[in-house]
């Protein structure tokens, strides 16, 4: 157990709203504070829905006074603190009802939205991978959403717990999708498959409470549901023993009621979360901006503020939320070749399946002759709308556009008319770029079966966008951090990630990112060290430096060589030193030296660089020497055949991306000279955990190519690379003349 001292939090101020409880006489003022000019307008209220509070003792005379006047009580909360029912009321009995000696004040029950637009790097962001979830089984956290779909495969079915509420259907019936991606950000399994969540291990308690939505998969409603709603939910979660609640939706406004609401139920020991909205403008959405809860902003990949997050003197911390990716209860697409690969469909697609030959498009930049088959494109050069339109211009029955760079990507095609019109007769889909090349290299040929109909339910994946993702990283983390302090309550806990918050923005609280972004080790650190009152604000930390990069040539007559190092660079600083050995235990420095050996032989040469910052990189290359014999052709200079080319140098090292590795081969290729060769293309195969990866790419300016395998998801791994060619443009490939053909990790 860990037991620490943690500052007391103080939340961002509150906005007063009046005080409208203390006498009926100011009753009438405060009513039109809220509602408007008048309360005999029909707009008073979203579907003239009401938040009524009564008197101490006076419950039951109010709610038959509100049924007198034609009122529907929907949220009956009277049994709590707050002494409260939600009902439809015509806007003049509400005008009316105000007099009744039972009614303490009436306000608005406002609409509340889910905040998520469809379009996970965030677990490292959050620093979840750095902390085990071994003990999270002593934590509850309760989504408050549109449901949760059990069947999903990356989800877990033990230990989780609902609360039925006969206004949305049955809690395990997501037909929104938004509840299922919200709990696979908070506890997607680790499972060797799909996503990964923050609480990964599956000890964490969930228990789900739905408040959007209804029990048809195919068309269930999501649109809205009520601040007094949503109150009553988290009433049920605290009841179900929740010790944090997650609430990815927002809107509406202040009710004094509602505040109350949630300030007994954070008093009572829970920490609600809620989003920060969407709106990308300053204004406040609750129930995230009541006191209570902390209010969750989102970011991107780049520690970037999301233009559509809000920015107020409510929020309180971030969390990544611009393209997350996450579990959801279907599939809009599926590309089948020799297994199932994850793609996401196109927007504007044509919904549809077909099936062909794969080929190979290149950039799929003009029309091609593709009947009838299936046409690998990689992005760049022209719009995703032109490569499908020249893929069904040529023939092609299906499009599969992969990336350019690491990772995936959300496409959309472009056409004028109905928005919801196709944009293209075939199905179009986008790849990451591993896939994509793996495809090009080995599957050429193979039938492919590409399909953009949607399945529900199925166990998918999507990337989404929104504060709706950024709030279950916050919610998952602080369960995750409170399950190794347990013994402490919700305040400490909230002001320890307050206290540990990675600073973003304008250095200290801000209204962008709050305290910043919400670290889990960093948290863990601040409680075990005793949870020491934070000293001024630091100084903004120094952008990371830009290590150099070690190039050089060389060129040799007999036994005396010439070595230039100038090409080496720094892309943010200046190169500082060039410190050169020799390979015969002899040494030099600065950007050009020269070197006579004393004997004829190969000699391993070695330049270190380093900058400005004091990082160094180092490049060592292979030089042959040889002293021409005085019988022999004096216009024989004894260097190499430089028609030929061969490895100089090859090495394997891992990269680690999440939970995800891959092995990345260098090899510098070099003529017959020892010079290093731009521009030729290094074919070559990985083996070990991706066995029988094919990959190419060509030599830059220092004849270095850098090849990458297919990810795996294992934290032991083991990769060889083994060239199998090397191609040039006037050059031949001299195997013979290889240092060395193949190299592991």
Same mark, same amino acid.
């Given at each position: ?464 966008? @929104?504060? %709706?993702? *950024?709030?279950?990283? $916050?919610?998952?983390?602080? &369960?995750?951090?409170? !399950? /190794?302090?347990?013994? =402490? #309550? ?94 015969? @235990?002899? %040494?030099? *420095?600065?950007?050009? $030296?020269?070197?006579?050996? &004393?004997?004829?032989? !190969? /000699?391993?040469?070695? =330049? #270190? ?102 990810? $795996? ?33």
């Amino acid at each position: 157990m860990v037991s620490a001292k943690v500052p007391d939090f103080q939340p961002p101020a509150q906005q007063s709203q009046g005080d409208c409880l203390t006498s009926s006489s100011r009753l009438l003022s405060c009513l039109t504070a809220v509602f408007g000019l008048a309360l005999g307008s029909a707009a008073l209220a979203d579907d003239n829905r009401y938040i009524i509070q009564f008197a101490p003792g006076a419950a039951g005379q109010g709610k038959a006074a509100v049924q007198a006047f034609g009122g529907e009580i929907k949220v009956d909360l009277t049994d709590r603190n707050v002494n409260v029912v939600a009902a439809t009321l015509p806007a003049q009995a509400a005008a009316s009802l105000q007099n009744n000696p039972n009614v303490v004040q009436i306000e608005k029950d406002s609409r509340v939205h889910l905040m998520a637009d469809e379009v996970p790097y965030g677990i490292r962001m959050v620093q979840a991978d750095q902390v085990l979830d071994g003990l999270a089984g002593n934590r509850t956290i309760c989504v408050i959403d549109s449901g949760y779909y059990t069947g999903h495969n990356d989800l877990q079915t033990e230990n989780v717990t609902a609360t039925p509420d006969s206004g949305s259907g049955d809690p395990f019936i997501d037909p929104c999708g938004h509840g299922t991606h919200v709990a696979g950000t908070i506890a997607a399994l680790a499972n060797g498959s799909g996503v990964l969540g923050v609480l990964p291990s599956g000890n964490i308690n969930l228990h789900i409470v739905k408040t959007f939505g209804n029990d048809n998969w195919s068309g269930g409603s999501c649109a809205y549901s009520y601040s007094s709603s949503i109150l009553a939910a988290g009433y049920a979660c605290a009841d179900a023993g929740a010790d944090v609640i997650n609430m990815s939706l927002g809107g509406g406004s202040f009710s004094s009621s509602v505040a109350a609401g949630w300030q007994e139920i954070y008093d009572s020991g829970v920490l609600p979360v809620a989003s920060a909205g969407n709106s990308g403008n300053t204004s406040l959405s609750y129930p995230a901006s009541y006191d209570a809860v902390i209010s969750v902003a989102a970011i991107d990949e780049n520690m970037d503020l999301a233009s559509f997050s809000q920015r107020n003197d409510q929020v309180e911390l971030a969390g990544p939320g611009v393209g997350v990716l996450s579990t959801v209860p279907f599939t809009n697409a599926n590309v089948t070749v020799d297994r199932d690969y994850l793609v996401e469909a196109m927007s504007r697609s044509a919904s549809t399946t077909a099936s062909g030959g794969l080929v190979d498009g290149g950039l799929c930049t003009s029309v091609g002759n593709w009947s009838g088959q299936v046409v690998l494109c990689e992005r760049g050069q022209v719009s995703f709308s032109d490569k499908v339109n020249n893929v069904q211009s040529g023939g092609g029955v299906a499009a599969i556009v992969y990336n350019n760079e690491p990772g995936g990507f959300g496409g959309e095609l472009q056409c004028g008319g109905n928005p919801n019109r196709p944009c293209s007769s075939i199905p179009a889909v986008s790849m990451t770029r591993a896939d994509g090349q793996s495809l090009v290299a080995n599957e050429l040929g193979s039938s492919a079966d590409v399909s953009t109909v949607q399945t529900v339910p199925a166990s998918g994946y999507a990337f989404y966008n @929104g504060t %709706s993702m *950024s709030a279950p990283h $916050v919610a998952a983390v602080a &369960a995750l951090v409170w !399950s /190794y302090a347990p013994e =402490l #309550t919700a305040p400490e806990i909230r002001a320890a990630l307050a206290a540990s918050a990675m600073d973003l923005g304008t250095p200290g609280r801000n209204n962008e990112f709050g305290y910043g972004l919400v670290q889990a080790k960093a948290a863990l650190d601040f409680l075990e060290l005793g949870g020491t009152e934070p000293g001024p604000d630091p100084e903004p930390e120094p952008e990371p430096n830009e290590p150099p990069v070690a190039a050089f040539s060389f060129s040799c007559d007999e036994l005396e060589c010439s070595f230039d190092g100038s090409a080496s660079s720094d892309s943010d600083g200046t190169i500082e030193s060039y410190s050169w050995t020799f390979g015969d @235990g002899n %040494s030099g *420095s600065g950007a050009t $030296v020269s070197h006579t050996y &004393a004997d004829d032989g !190969s /000699y391993t040469v070695t =330049l #270190t660089v380093t900058d400005n910052d004091g990082d160094s990189d180092s490049i060592s290359q292979q030089v042959s020497v040889e002293a021409i014999p005085d019988d022999e052709d004096e216009d024989d200079n004894g260097g190499g055949d430089t028609d030929m080319v061969s490895v100089g140098d090859i090495s394997v090292s891992v990269r680690s991306r999440g939970p995800w590795r891959n092995g990345e081969a260098s090899v510098t290729v070099i003529d017959g000279d020892g010079n290093p060769v731009s521009g030729a293309t290094v074919t070559g195969t990985f083996s070990g955990d991706v066995n029988g990866t094919v990959t190419s790419e060509a030599t830059g300016g220092n004849g270095v190519a850098i090849l990458e395998s297919d990810r $795996v998801r294992q934290n032991s791994i083991s990769f060889t690379f083994c060239v199998d060619s090397i191609s040039a443009s006037g050059l031949d490939y001299d195997a013979d003349g290889n240092s060395a053909t193949c190299a592991s990790n």
